[in-house]
């Protein structure tokens, strides 16, 4: 059983900071990608940042240079710190990790169960 705890959603107002984390706990092989995805009311979830085994790092254009995704191996832990954020920010963040279980021939994907981000005035 693999679970995934998220915290440090809430409302910031524009130009903010936030900062999310997210900490995996049960029994695998190994940890794969990690990443945070979003959605917001009336649109399809879209993927923010990811984060391999190797931290090479890929985000979406509209928060490149202000997200910053990280990882702590030791902690199975994914954070993800937004700076100057912007009210369309403003979004149910999801994380996601994939995980090879023991005995698995593919990477079964997980998700926290979501942190809502309010960005506003």
């Known amino acids: 059983q693999v679970q995934l705890v998220e915290s440090g959603g809430g409302l910031v107002q524009p130009g903010g900071s936030l900062r999310l984390s997210c900490a995996a706990s049960?029994?695998?092989?190994?940890?794969?990608?990690m990443g945070w995805y979003r959605q917001a009311p009336g649109k399809e979830r879209e993927l923010v940042a990811a984060?391999?085994?190797?931290?090479?790092?890929n985000y979406a254009d509209s928060v490149k240079g202000r997200f910053t995704i990280s990882r702590d191996n030791a902690k199975n832990t994914v954070y993800l710190q937004m700076n100057t954020l912007k009210p369309e920010d403003t979004a149910v963040y999801y994380c996601?990790?994939?995980?090879?279980?023991?005995?698995?021939?593919?990477?079964?994907?997980?998700w926290g169960q979501g942190t809502q981000v309010t960005v506003a005035s």
């Open positions: 049960g029994h695998w092989f190994s940890i794969n990608a």
């Open positions: 996601h990790v994939a995980i090879w279980l023991v005995g698995g021939v593919v990477p079964r994907d997980y």
């Open positions: 984060i391999t085994t190797n931290t090479g790092t």
